[in-house]
């Protein structure tokens, strides 16, 4: 037992909650809940990414300010998160006071440092939308959302001296920091190369926080994002940051572990902030074998998705359609026969049947165990240690299929009182353990499941055969047939 820090990226709101996000934020919901129930004190973070050339254009073509704009899609973000039943302890904005507040002074110890300094930055520019291009994102030396030619243009920039820490960070990588191994080598590839200083403010963009040192810049988004990890806890001086910091898991999308990885290490290096424990990179999804995107038309909507089918067949879908650092499609078909399959089949159905008959018989408090391993829970603890929610869950499944089997085979609705009452003894208490674990992936559920069992929801120090104390009460079924 300890303490537990766990965050999702923060979100731009240029966008709205998509099933990229919601991924991630599952994830972590699912890693944060389970530590709770290991008894950690759990820290679980999220929120909005408000500042930006891209926010301020949006804003301007709706007819709105920046801040309007963003107060507007915030609660977009919120609300999603609660249909999804994310579990976060703080949602944090960066047009939020404390943030501002707490980034200057970031700026300012790296700047008294002499980490930061004047130079120039070049880059594509759209002179009508006053905007720079990144290289990745320019069509052809033309801009995306204009389609106008772009101009290479030079503009007066701060930089962060991120060369200086390269060794140090490169040690970091090596010694663990990134999971997994492939992202871990990739990295460490890219970092054989050159590293050059980054450009982290802008004097272009308006909707920014105010470069202290040099109040005509902004500071960059991506810089003024970063920093949410350690603000939210009230950096410097917050109780919550003595008492949280470092992070022990940063789980974020394979697309930005870079920043996660070296550039945000090297930031809380400069600032002598002690760096994250683990960052998780996380695979992305096609959606009926497509790559997602707007112009595709095939962005899910995964509030929908969770009011349709529900939060946690949804959640469990995600956690259980693929690994964690692999790519996976996203299919509702594929959705529908896991509900049908997996969850009423499996276990909705066992539920159902052991408590037709546990609520018309004798249970006895305690009885032989048969059933001692039916899931392994020291593989399965081990496995959410590692942020490997994929195989936890396929730990819990196999054990579902254990009980199924046993319940089957012992067929306590012909066999003798003795026997009959030993059946239930274990089956109960398997389920009483099955409502604790399947609780991170799916919260509704395991509540349900505890509830007909007539007992209070377990912890992670509650998972092993005791004595059986409930009165059970068949309810609704978990699952109906789609
Ligand atoms: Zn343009």
């Given at each position: 037992?300890?303490?537990?820090?766990i965050?999702?990226?923060?979100?731009?709101?240029?966008?709205?909650?998509?099933?990229?996000?919601?991924?991630?934020?599952?994830a972590?919901?699912?890693?944060?809940?389970?530590?709770?129930?290991?008894?950690?004190?759990?820290?679980?973070?999220?929120?909005?990414?408000?500042?930006?050339?891209?926010?301020?254009?949006?804003?301007?073509?709706k007819?709105k300010?920046?801040k309007?704009?963003?107060?507007?899609?915030?609660?977009?973000?919120?609300?999603?998160?609660?249909?999804?039943?994310?579990?976060?302890?703080?949602?944090?904005?960066?047009?939020?006071?404390?943030?501002?507040?707490?980034?200057?002074?970031?700026?300012?110890?790296?700047?008294?440092?002499?980490?930061?300094?004047?130079?120039?930055?070049?880059?594509?520019?759209?002179?009508p939308?006053?905007?720079?291009?990144?290289e990745?994102?320019?069509?052809?030396?033309?801009?995306?959302?204009?389609?106008?030619?772009?101009?290479?243009?030079?503009?007066?920039?701060?930089?962060?001296?991120?060369?200086?820490?390269?060794?140090?960070?490169?040690?970091?990588?090596?010694?663990?920091?990134?999971?997994?191994?492939?992202?871990?080598?990739?990295?460490?590839?890219?970092?054989?190369?050159?590293?050059?200083?980054?450009?982290?403010t802008?004097?272009?963009?308006?909707?920014?926080?105010?470069?202290?040192?040099?109040?005509?810049?902004?500071?960059?988004?991506?810089?003024?994002?970063?920093?949410?990890?350690v603000?939210?806890?009230?950096?410097?001086?917050?109780?919550?940051?003595?008492?949280?910091?470092?992070?022990?898991?940063?789980?974020?999308?394979?697309?930005?572990?870079?920043?996660?990885?070296?550039?945000?290490?090297?930031?809380?290096?400069?600032?002598?902030?002690?760096?994250?424990?683990?960052?998780?990179?996380?695979?992305?999804?096609t959606?009926?074998?497509?790559?997602?995107?707007?112009?595709?038309?095939?962005v899910?909507?995964?509030?929908?998705?969770?009011?349709?089918?529900?939060?946690?067949?949804?959640?469990?879908?995600?956690?259980?359609?693929?690994?964690?650092?692999?790519?996976?499609?996203?299919?509702?078909?594929?959705?529908?026969?896991?509900?049908?399959?997996?969850?009423?089949?499996?276990?909705?159905?066992?539920?159902?049947?052991?408590?037709?008959?546990?609520?018309?018989?004798?249970?006895?408090?305690?009885?032989?165990?048969?059933?001692?391993?039916?899931?392994?829970?020291?593989?399965?603890?081990?496995?959410?240690?590692?942020?490997?929610?994929?195989?936890?869950?396929e730990?819990?499944?196999?054990?579902i299929?254990?009980?199924?089997k046993?319940?089957?085979?012992?067929?306590?609705?012909?066999?003798?009182?003795?026997?009959?009452?030993?059946?239930?003894?274990?089956?109960?208490?398997?389920?009483?353990?099955?409502?604790?674990?399947?609780?991170?992936?799916?919260?509704?559920?395991?509540?349900?499941?505890?509830?007909?069992?007539?007992?209070?929801?377990?912890?992670?120090?509650?998972?092993?055969?005791?004595?059986?104390?409930?009165?059970?009460?068949?309810?609704?079924?978990?699952?109906?047939?789609?």
């Amino acid at each position: 037992m300890g303490k537990f820090y766990i965050t999702t990226p923060i979100y731009y709101v240029n966008d709205r909650p998509h099933i990229g996000t919601a991924y991630t934020t599952v994830a972590a919901d699912i890693l944060a809940r389970w530590h709770r129930l290991a008894g950690d004190e759990v820290f679980f973070l999220t929120g909005t990414d408000e500042h930006g050339a891209k926010i301020y254009k949006a804003a301007i073509e709706k007819g709105k300010t920046p801040k309007e704009f963003v107060d507007g899609v915030v609660p977009e973000f919120i609300s999603a998160w609660k249909t999804m039943d994310i579990s976060y302890d703080k949602f944090i904005r960066t047009t939020d006071t404390y943030h501002e507040d707490s980034v200057k002074k970031f700026v300012m110890k790296l700047w008294e440092k002499g980490d930061i300094y004047k130079g120039t930055y070049t880059g594509l520019y759209c002179v009508p939308d006053e905007t720079f291009v990144s290289e990745s994102d320019a069509k052809d030396g033309k801009c995306p959302s204009c389609g106008r030619q772009l101009e290479t243009v030079s503009e007066e920039a701060y930089f962060f001296k991120l060369s200086k820490y390269k060794d140090r960070v490169i040690e970091l990588i090596k010694n663990g920091l990134v999971l997994p191994d492939s992202k871990k080598n990739e990295l460490l590839n890219r970092l054989s190369g050159d590293l050059k200083d980054l450009d982290i403010t802008r004097k272009s963009v308006k909707w920014g926080i105010e470069f202290p040192p040099d109040p005509s810049h902004t500071i960059y988004v991506w810089f003024d994002a970063l920093l949410n990890y350690v603000t939210a806890l009230g950096w410097p001086d917050g109780e919550d940051f003595k008492k949280f910091w470092p992070a022990d898991v940063h789980i974020v999308g394979k697309d930005i572990v870079w920043f996660h990885s070296v550039i945000w290490p090297a930031m809380l290096m400069a600032a002598d902030i002690p760096p994250p424990k683990t960052v998780i990179s996380h695979g992305w999804w096609t959606i009926e074998g497509r790559k997602m995107s707007k112009s595709l038309g095939n962005v899910i909507d995964p509030v929908k998705l969770s009011e349709k089918y529900s939060a946690d067949a949804v959640r469990y879908f995600m956690a259980r359609e693929k690994q964690i650092w692999d790519d996976g499609d996203f299919s509702e078909k594929s959705l529908e026969s896991r509900i049908n399959g997996e969850l009423m089949a499996d276990l909705s159905n066992l539920v159902a049947r052991v408590l037709t008959i546990a609520e018309k018989s004798n249970v006895p408090e305690s009885s032989e165990v048969e059933l001692e391993g039916f899931i392994d829970f020291e593989e399965f603890s081990s496995f959410m240690g590692g942020a490997d929610i994929f195989n936890a869950l396929e730990t819990i499944l196999a054990g579902i299929r254990r009980v199924n089997k046993y319940f089957n085979d012992k067929k306590p609705w012909a066999s003798s009182e003795e026997e009959k009452s030993k059946t239930l003894y274990n089956a109960l208490e398997a389920l009483r353990m099955i409502s604790i674990v399947i609780t991170p992936f799916m919260p509704s559920v395991g509540g349900k499941i505890a509830n007909q069992l007539g007992l209070k929801q377990g912890k992670a120090s509650d998972l092993k055969f005791s004595q059986f104390k409930g009165q059970p009460k068949r309810g609704p079924n978990l699952f109906e047939k789609l």
